[in-house]
């Protein structure tokens, strides 16, 4: 994951990150997190894994990245998906979420888009929003 942040290679690292996350989380197998996985996901391997998007993107993308952002809509689910690029509005389309093939790898894009790691981060599915709720909301980020 390092290397492919070092390089730049936002897609590559956030698909790592993701596999990363799900083997410590012994969600391997499975291919998603449950909500408990993200509660009690290891606050070190956390810290070292949103260091390090912080520190390759030069504060641009990062799990604490999107916690400040998080905390600035005041947990506002809507406001925190366009904020970050996750979910367009407009009068005429209304609120929709974006698909995952719809995501941005560069840093051209709003700041906290990255990392994206639930599969269904970008749908509006309750559990997807648990799950960024619950990783947004730790105090150890």
């Known amino acids: 994951m390092q ?7 936002w897609k590559e690292a956030n698909e790592e990150t993701r596999i990363a996350m799900l083997k410590v989380a012994g969600r391997s197998k499975q291919g998603y997190f449950e909500l408990e996985n993200i509660e ?5 391997q956390l810290y070292i894994i ?3 998007w912080v520190v390759y993107s030069k504060g ?6 999107q916690k400040d952002i998080w905390q600035n809509v005041q947990k506002d689910w ?3 998906g366009i904020r970050v690029k996750w979910a367009e509005f407009n009068e005429w389309k209304d609120f929709k979420w974006i698909s995952s093939d719809d995501l941005t ?3 051209k ?3 906290g888009h990255l990392p994206a790691i639930f599969p269904c981060i970008t749908q509006s599915r309750g559990f997807s929003a648990n799950l960024v709720w619950s990783l947004l ?3 150890d980020l």
């Open 105 to 107: 790898f560069n840093l």
């Open 3 to 9: 290397e492919l942040l070092a390089a730049g290679k």
């Open 78 to 80: 809507h406001k925190f």
């Open 60 to 65: 641009h993308f990062g799990f604490s990245v």
């Open 40 to 44: 009690n996901f290891p606050s070190h």
């Open 109 to 111: 894009v709003s700041q």
């Open 50 to 52: 949103d260091q390090l």
């Open 137 to 139: 909301s730790r105090q």
